[in-house]
């Protein structure tokens, strides 16, 4: 068991040493590095660029009068501190419905709680426990 467990321990370490010498063979190669900073601005304007690219989101623009080539260019031109804040109020936007459903159902469950103690009679499919 030990010689195997030696084997499979060599052929590991041949396979890690084996990926990392193209890296170190060619330098010039290998991807820049680029700050956190620079990564991020970029995954905002790419996340904001997709958002404007979406049909129904051309539509709503035009709809209200606004040219989508004008919105690409204004974001374009945006920082990287206005872009983060554009992209963060996407974010906690909502997908188009309100909150109603979430405080109807809320609502019921308070009710149907209450009715199965006993402190109500709202529901007749429900026996108190009491």
Known sequence: MGAFRRAVAATA???????????????QLAPS???TQEATSRSVQQRVGELLARAEVRDALSARGVDPGQVEARVAALTDAEAQLLADQLDRAP???????GILF?????????????????????????
């Not at 041949?14 to 060619?26: D, E, H, K, R």
């Not at 997908?95 to 459903?101: H, K, T, V």
């Open 13 to 27: 370490a041949a396979c890690v040493l084996a990926t990392s010498l193209p890296a170190l063979a060619q330098p």
């Open 33 to 35: 590095l680029i700050t």
């Open 95 to 101: 997908a188009g419905a309100s909150d109603i459903l």
């Open 106 to 130: 809320a609502v019921f469950l308070i009710l149907l709680i209450t009715d199965i103690l006993g402190l109500t009679k709202i529901f007749p499919f429900t026996r108190p426990v009491r």
